[in-house]
T-cell receptor, first 113, second 112 residues
Framework: KNQVEQSPQSLIILEGKNCTLQ??????????LRWYKQDTGRGPVSLTI?????NTKSNGRYTATLDADTKQSSLHITASQLSDSASYIC????????????FGTGTRLTIIP | DVKVTQSSRYLVKRTGEKVFLECVQD?????MFWYRQDPGLGLRLIYF???????EKGDIPEGYSVSREKKERFSLILESASTNQTSMYLC???????????FGPGTRLTVL
């Protein structure tokens, strides 16, 4: 069964600090992995997408890494800001020729001043 | 920018009522999706559609139906709402072969 597990479930850090969120997956055959940001009461918004051959991808202060051998990904947030408070969802796509996605349950990140 | 809109942000209905949730996208996407999101369970796919008048069951279709009469509009229907359908409902759309899905703002449905 395809699964995506994220850790930690929740995280609280001080503004300005860095943090790293983890994602482990068992989706096969792997196509790509995305990180989405979901603000409270809003729909998810795509931050990064990585395919099998990509190890790292950045989007401003967000840097995602992918290790396809160990089936792990991380999202690193640098110099956190209050606006980073949100849920971060790891989403993996299987290469079945359709759009079926497997979602993690997310990490709830809270930035405190 | 892609825009996906949903008809209501918040909705309160009574058990047994028929509920319509509407989703409209303005980017001419062929694919449209309905998910529900519950704490600790992540997003779960209810139904999706690859074209007008076409629909496919997702992982949890029981108790739901959908309608896609026009390319830009995808409706989710709860024929007889039940309390276990209280949830956040998210619509998404995408081009075929590009599985970046663009999400609407969500509808938080409460069934009393």
């Amino acid at each position: 069964k395809n699964q995506v597990e994220q850790s930690p479930q929740s995280l609280i850090i001080l503004e300005g600090k860095n943090c790293t969120l983890q994602c482990n997956y068992t989706v096969s055959p792997f196509s790509n992995l995305r990180w989405y940001k979901q603000d409270t009461g809003r729909g998810p918004v795509s931050l990064t997408i990585m395919t099998f051959s990509e190890n790292t991808k950045s989007n401003g202060r967000y840097t995602a890494t992918l290790d396809a051998d160990t089936k792990q990904s991380s999202l690193h947030i640098t110099a956190s800001q209050l606006s980073d408070s949100a849920s971060y969802i790891c989403v993996v796509s299987a290469n079945f020729g359709n759009e079926k996605l497997t979602f993690g349950t997310g990490t709830r990140l809270t930035i405190i001043p | 920018d892609v825009k996906v809109t949903q008809s209501s942000r918040y909705l309160v209905k009574r058990t047994g009522e028929k509920v319509f949730l509407e989703c409209v996208q303005d980017m001419d996407h062929e694919n449209m999706f309905w998910y529900r999101q519950d704490p600790g369970l992540g997003l779960r796919l209810i139904y999706f559609s690859y074209d007008v008048k076409m629909k496919e069951k997702g992982d949890i279709p029981e108790g739901y139906s959908v309608s896609r009469e026009k390319k830009e509009r995808f409706s989710l229907i709860l024929e007889s709402a039940s309390t276990n359908q209280t949830s956040m409902y998210l619509c998404a759309s995408s081009f075929p072969g590009r599985n970046t899905q663009y999400f609407g703002p969500g509808t938080r449905l409460t069934v009393l």
